[in-house]
């Protein structure tokens, strides 16, 4: 009788165990998950507050058009020396928070691994002619404004970026002059 009590109290305290483990795992991961939301809310919501008040792409575009525009062409290469500071500046800014927010937003997606930013330039037939890995050296981007002439549209598409990712839909943004369009992924792997 003492044997058969002392083992239905082992097994008792084994369940007991059991259902504490599964009971303060599963807090965890609540709570895990409940920190990461907040943290990438936070994220997002200072970034658009930061984008309106000082990198508004129709503002800035103006600015580029009237003071430092040496032609009419829609590249960088044709830029004054100050506007191609002014446009490097304005691309580091956000290719550095359009990483993070990814980043951010992977850690509360199903996925965590597709947590990397591909920029893809195509065709009207969708032929992939680009790609712009977003945490790649700005040179590569500047040769593809130039190359396909797409500085406004470029400036124009990182500036609405953020809200599309923040909805996980697809965006596109087709140049009129020579029909291309600007698309975005969120990749786990990107191919160099």
């Known amino acids: 009788m003492l044997i058969l009590s002392l083992q239905t109290d082992l097994i008792i305290i084994a369940v007991v165990f059991v259902i504490a483990v599964l009971s ?11 920190i990461n939301v907040r943290k990438y809310n936070k ?8 984008k309106e008040k000082h990198y508004n792409a129709n503002v800035f575009i103006d600015i580029l058009y009237n003071h430092y525009l040496t032609d009419q062409t829609n590249t960088y290469e044709r830029l004054k020396k100050k506007g191609k ?3 490097k500046k304005y691309f580091s800014y956000y290719l550095h928070e359009l990483d993070q927010l990814v980043k951010l937003k992977s ?3 199903p996925n965590k691994n597709k947590n990397k930013l591909l920029i893809e330039f195509k ?3 969708n032929q992939v002619i680009g790609n712009y890995y977003i945490q790649q050296r700005f040179n590569k981007l500047r ?7 797409l500085l406004f549209d470029m400036i124009a ?3 609405e970026l ?3 990712i923040d909805k996980n839909k697809s965006y596109h943004l087709q140049n009129h002059d020579n029909h291309l369009v600007i698309t975005y992924k969120i990749v786990e792997n990107v191919k160099k």
């Open 123 to 125: 065709k009207e037939d």
């Open 157 to 159: 598409y990182v500036y």
């Open 43 to 50: 994220k997002l919501k200072t970034f658009l507050k930061t």
């Open 143 to 149: 040769k593809q404004i130039d190359t396909h002439q």
């Open 24 to 34: 303060i795992v599963l807090i965890l991961h609540f709570y895990n998950k409940n």
């Open 107 to 109: 850690n509360i997606s």
């Open 85 to 87: 500071r002014k446009v």
């Open 162 to 164: 953020p809200d599309y």
